[in-house]
């Protein structure tokens, strides 16, 4: 079956300090990643896609297929960095994102 | 890019009733999706309504409860039929355009529907 798993409701961490938000996902073929991450009183936006391999806001996000895993990173946190982050699979890639499957998402708390 | 609008942006609603939530876009797109969120729940993908056909509806989720609308390339409906308080949800609507690395979701405000 298809599924997205995050297994932190919320991580709270200090700013500067690193951070890690993980997604696990299952999924039988090779999927397009998501990360998907939504702002106090925001709309939910793309964060970033595993196929750019980019960084986004300070965010990575690697894609280990023998883990199945796509764990959102930054070095240093900020506090504006707060808000709800959503993991999210498609697939394959090069078709449609239509029925992107979520995560629970991870409310990520950046203290001062 | 593409920016969305959902009407209404929250509602009340009484048992048994209907309400319909209106999604615009700000360019013409093929794809749009409808998406429910229930509370401490994860996005889940209800249907996708393309111009010109039938909405495709997904796993658990029928046309009777949630018919769907899709007039033109900019604009869809979506109705919560006979609601219960289980439909009390967040429900989004978004759409596939390009973005800035290639196609990607864009989605809607949301539309919170509290049912008593």
């Known amino acids: 079956a298809q599924r997205v798993t995050q297994p932190e409701k919320l991580l709270s961490v200090f700013k500067g300090a690193p951070v890690e938000l993980k997604c696990n996902y299952s999924?039988?073929?090779?999927?397009?990643l998501f990360w998907y991450v939504q702002y106090s009183r925001q709309r939910l936006q793309l964060l970033l896609r595993?196929?750019s391999r980019e960084s986004i806001k300070g965010f990575t996000a690697d894609l280990n297929k023998g883990e199945t895993s796509f764990h959102l990173k930054k070095p240093f946190a900020q506090e504006e960095d707060s808000a709800m982050y959503y993991c999210?699979?498609?697939?394959?890639?090069?078709?449609?994102?239509?029925?992107?499957?979520f995560g629970k998402g991870t409310k990520l708390s950046v203290k001062p | 890019s593409a920016v969305i609008s959902q009407k209404p942006s929250r509602d009340i609603c009484q048992r048994g009733t209907s309400l319909t939530i209106q999604c615009q876009v700000d360019?013409?797109?093929?794809?749009m999706f409808w998406y429910r969120q229930q509370p401490g729940q994860s996005l889940t993908l209800i249907a996708t309504?393309?111009?010109?056909?039938?909405?495709?509806?997904e796993s658990g989720f029928v046309i009777d409860k949630f018919p769907i609308s899709r007039p033109n390339l900019t604009f869809s409906t979506l109705t919560v039929s006979n609601m219960s308080p289980e439909d009390s949800s967040i429900y989004l609507c978004?759409?596939?355009?390009f973005g800035g690395g290639g196609d990607e979701q864009f989605f809607g405000p949301g539309t919170r529907l509290t049912v008593l």
């Open positions: 978004s759409v596939e355009s």
């Open positions: 999924y039988s073929g090779s999927p397009e």
């Open positions: 595993h196929i």
């Open positions: 999210a699979l498609s697939g394959p890639y090069g078709g449609s994102q239509g029925n992107l499957i």
């Open positions: 360019s013409q797109v093929t794809m």
């Open positions: 309504a393309n111009q010109g056909s039938e909405a495709t509806y």
